[in-house]
């Protein structure tokens, strides 16, 4: 197990479904982590499958966003 980085809310204007939420703020936290110097995350997620289909066959500019390293630069 590891070690509670972060903790935070942050509001959204709009309506969003909750699963589209919950993605936003994961790809927020993964870029705070890196920017913390954290390579290594454990998430725990509610969304985990929707992640995986944008990961594997969703929009190309996250899969170059995350896959690519361009999230920690």
């Known amino acids: 197990m590891g070690d509670l980085l972060l ?3 942050k509001g959204l204007h709009g309506m969003f ?7 936003y703020a994961t790809i927020l936290g993964l870029k705070i982590a890196g ?12 969304a985990k ?5 944008w990961l594997e066959g969703g929009p190309l500019w996250l ?4 896959v ?3 999230l920690f630069s």
């Open 7 to 9: 903790a935070a809310s």
């Open 17 to 23: 479904s909750p699963k589209a939420t919950e993605i």
């Open 68 to 70: 690519n390293d361009k």
């Open 35 to 46: 920017q913390m110097g954290h390579h290594y995350v454990i998430l725990e997620m509610d």
């Open 63 to 66: 899969f170059d966003v995350l």
């Open 49 to 53: 499958e929707e992640f995986q289909f």
